[in-house]
């Protein structure tokens, strides 16, 4: 009879185990939101507001939704050709998935200056 018993225990500890890892496992979010650029031209002028480069961005995530409002530029690289920049976006979603998304866009005359960015508070 105790045989018995102790493999019902078992059983059940296996099972309460199995549970508890499986509503783990389907609670977990590892996909990463989406951020996509429209197709407008941006040009950038150095001192810009980043709302400029923000203007056509938006990000959406399968869990949390619209995230569009927490996507920033997160860096602005001069291209070198004294024309163009590339902005690096980035945005998180509430399960810490990160993700980033680089443009070039116009820039007027960036080529050997300090780029600087100005942020709306």
């Known amino acids: 009879m105790e045989s018995k018993t102790v493999i019902v225990l078992l059983v059940i500890a ?43 961005v938006t990000a959406i995530d399968s869990t949390d939704g619209d995230l569009t409002n927490k996507v920033f530029v997160s860096s602005v690289i001069d291209a070198r050709d004294n024309a163009h920049a590339i902005v690096t976006y980035c945005v998180e979603d509430s399960s810490k998935n990160v993700t980033t998304l680089k443009r070039m866009v116009r ?6 200056e300090r780029i600087v960015l100005t942020v709306s508070k």
């Open 14 to 56: 296996i099972i309460i185990t199995g549970v508890i890892f499986g509503f783990a496992a389907i609670s977990s979010n590892d996909s990463a939101p989406t951020i996509n650029a429209g197709s407008n031209e941006i040009v950038f002028n150095n001192g810009d507001n980043e709302s400029v480069l923000l203007s056509d």
């Open 107 to 112: 820039s007027n005359g960036t080529s050997g």
